[in-house]
């Protein structure tokens, strides 16, 4: 059975740093996509970084580049998001999805959230 579990949500103040960690089972990630994706309350879910199966190609939204980096370690079937000055809105429930290499681009899986397997979600607060 195909299962993502993520770790690392939290409270945090404005400015302030987290890592979200994204640890698969049941299946090794190395010709996995995997994206991470966030749904704030009353709003739709947002796709904010995604990356390549081997970690060469790497998409991240606007809302979040040049304060977010996406990373892997195939060896330990975990990818990694590192979110720096964090801002209040970007308080929301933060998901890992993973997708076969075989069935998308890198852009595709985060701007139409192309996905065949969801994490359970992480709690984000960043206070002000």
């Known amino acids: 059975q195909l299962q993502l579990v993520e770790s690392g949500g939290g409270l945090v103040q404005s400015g302030g740093s987290l890592r979200l960690s994204c640890e698969a089972s049941?299946?090794?990630?190395?010709?996995?996509?995997i994206g991470w994706f966030r749904q704030a309350p009353g709003k739709e879910r947002e796709g904010l970084s995604c990356?390549?199966?081997?970690?060469?190609?790497?998409y991240y939204a606007t809302s979040v580049k040049d304060r977010f980096t996406i990373s892997r370690d195939n060896a330990k079937n975990t990818v990694y998001l590192q979110m720096n000055s964090l801002k209040p809105e970007d308080t929301a429930i933060y998901y890992c999805?993973?997708?076969?290499?075989?069935?998308?681009?890198?852009?595709?899986?985060?701007?139409?959230?192309?996905?065949?397997?969801w994490g359970q979600g992480t709690q984000v607060t960043v206070s002000s």
């Open positions: 999805a993973a997708t076969p290499a075989r069935l998308t681009i890198i852009r595709d899986m985060c701007t139409n959230t192309v996905v065949e397997t």
């Open positions: 049941g299946f090794t990630l190395n010709s996995y996509y």
């Open positions: 990356i390549s199966s081997s970690a060469r190609t790497t």
